[in-house]
């Protein structure tokens, strides 16, 4: 069955470490997505992605920075991680047709001390 | 201006019982989609649900029912014979094709199913 994964799963690390989060689907989408969710904002975009070598920014953006260089995987780096970039990452997958749902991967909890 | 608004931070039903998660929106596009998720306790984003702003009808599936109203901007979630599973939050969300197929979510809606 296809599917959409996030590791990892768990994450600690320090104030102004770089940390990569990865994303891999198997769903073969076009579209694949970043959101961060935090207790009363709910879920809100980082970065988008239509397709390989192309990404776009979303609504907070700022503090990370994707790659697409293949249509599976949406690699999240975290150029040096802040305690504010403390929250759960979910990373998503669509196709590019306006009925269909997006897919979620697990999420990864991350925490920055 | 918020896009997606869920007034209700919390919700209590008895199993069996039908409730209702509201949901607002605002868009000044012509052609859009609304989405409900379900986020159980263990973490992960299950879809319920989907309503197109041109469908006629409102979407069902299962338990689960769509009350849209377009002229109002209303598209609250009715589940319907609440089962104690039903303990999760909600989150309402909407793609706009201004959106291209980024989704926007509102801030959740706890729903909470005693016996």
């Known amino acids: 069955d296809a599917e959409i994964t996030q590791s990892p799963r768990h994450k600690i690390t320090e104030t102004g470490r770089q940390v990569t989060l990865a994303c891999h689907q198997t769903w073969n989408h076009n579209n694949m997505f970043w959101y961060r969710q935090d207790l009363g904002h709910g879920l809100r975009l980082i970065h988008y992605s239509y397709g390989v070598h192309d990404t776009n920014k979303g609504e907070v953006s700022d503090g990370y920075s994707v790659s697409r260089s293949n249509t599976e995987d949406l690699p999240l780096t975290l150029e040096s991680a802040a305690s504010s970039q403390t929250s759960v990452y979910f990373c998503?997958?669509?196709?590019?047709?306006?009925?269909?749902?997006?897919?979620f991967g697990q999420g990864t909890r991350l925490t920055v001390v | 201006a918020q896009k997606i608004t869920q007034t209700q931070p919390g919700m209590f039903v008895q199993e069996k019982e039908a409730v209702t998660l509201d949901c607002t929106y605002d868009?000044?596009?012509?052609?859009?989609?609304l989405f409900w998720y379900k986020q159980p306790s263990s973490g992960e984003m299950i879809f319920l649900i989907y309503?197109?702003?041109?469908?006629?009808q409102n979407a069902t599936e299962g338990r689960y029912s769509l009350n849209f109203q377009k002229a109002r901007k209303s598209a609250n979630l009715v589940i319907s014979a609440s089962q104690l599973g039903d303990s999760a939050m909600y989150f309402c969300a909407m793609r706009e094709v201004s959106g291209y197929s980024t989704l926007t979510f509102g801030k959740g809606t706890m729903l909470l199913v005693s016996p």
């Open positions: 998503a997958s669509s196709e590019f047709i306006e009925n269909t749902e997006a897919f």
């Open positions: 868009t000044s596009d012509p052609s859009y989609g």
């Open positions: 309503q197109g702003s041109y469908d006629q």
